[in-house]
């Protein structure tokens, strides 16, 4: 967790950046990030140069003698601002496309990427603000980044925006992955659910020497047995699509910093034609597919012409939240398990598609939850109304867990923000009660209870928590209309005798 003179720091940069003319969070971000980038190649450039080398190894690893200027340690020393501005656009972004794409997943998405920066004198300050960074402490440079982000509050041109970190916490301790598992969101967008699932690994499967108590109690995971597997957690574990190029990028860097520095990103739109055809053994289950699937996919309405058409199979429809549903669905393995964010519409929806993508979801596979979430949730769209599905790929669902969140915890403006366990802890609580069959959840007056699925046909297949929930009403009982009037003629009556007594006392 980083401190408050971090945080100060990051505001700092922040305000230097919309001060300095930069007003779209995404290219402050993107800037932040290209920067960041340069000085952790030079971090990790000094900590080679630092080590005990073998006999005839080069003290060079990411720079070669030639390229030295190009270091962060170099050129952002420059008192110059002007020529620090020429030097970094035309001689250390060009470097940055071509050497990021060979070591990490980061650079193949820096092609094309371009200075932003106008200013020398907003230049000069970026550097000094993001060389107050600790950006050598592994243990927060996530935390730092992810506070980074925290104020992208711009919803992307295709409908996708930030996820709350709670709203992802609990998304992912429903599904509980492990450590040899696979992960994917078709729509990752900055990679904040696939970052959670790293965060979450390391925490629950950590060896006891990877422990480390903080001042203050708290205690921070290095994760050192995930290390043990570092091969799938670097290649086969993280796979994230979107079709957003900036959105990758922030992604990439957002995972490098969290120990994955070669996630298996990609530039795609997932719904398309092209999907299947480049990643076969991912886009469809019976190939292969992946054992989780956590994803908030854009709600952006209706889609053009080109979706695959083995999604089309299942619903003939061209709304992207179903459709996500379906290619979900297609994605995962057997007994693979999903926890995704849909709009309340996709809940209730009277239309075919809605219909059938309900019933699919009922009698040909495992819809274990419906969470309704507390409106006001996404701050770019405060009046949405979502809900997190839980199901499992395969088989037939007999009972369904509905919870009634009707509040975070959070003020409006703390959405989005970084926080802890709110009152959203107990929708975990209960899920795994029901999970583990510790209550029959048949008070539907609850927060928490149990739908039949012939209960749910009998309504349309509908998943409102409204449709279900019953409320308790208590008999209220007043007095008789005669007994009420003659209380008020009573004091009626003595509120007269007392200004009677008072103009008596006054004459």
Known sequence: MINDQVKSDIDRLWLDCA??????????IEQVSFLIFARLLDIEETQHEQNTLRPGESPHHLFRV????????NWSRMNDGESMLKFV?????????????KKFTFGEYMKNVSLQISKASLLISMVEQIEKLPLGNIDIQGDLYEYLLSKLTTAGIHGQFRTPRHIIKLMVELIDPKPFETIGDPACGTAGVLVAVMEYLRKTYPTPESIETLKGGSKSYSGEQLVLNQKPVQHGMFHGFDFDATMLRLAAMNLMLHGVENPDLHYTDTLSK???ERFPAIADGDKGGLDIILSNPPFKGTLAEDVHPSLLKVVQTRKSELLFIILILRMLKNGGRSATIVPDGVLFGSSKAHLAVREYLLDHNQLEGVISLPSGIFRSFAGLSTAILVFTKGGCTQDVFFYDAQADGLSQEEKCQENGDHSLSDVLTQYRRWCNGESDFTDRTAKAFKVSAADIRAHNFELSIRRYRETRHQEVKYEEPKMILTRMQTLEAEIQRDMAELEAMLR
């Open 19 to 28: 001060m300095g003319g930069i007003s779209n969070s995404l290219i402050i």
């Open 274 to 276: 092209v999907f299947p």
């Open 66 to 73: 030639d390229q030295q200027t190009l270091r962060w340690q």
């Open 89 to 101: 656009r035309d001689e250390v972004f060009p470097h940055l496309r071509i050497f990021g794409g």
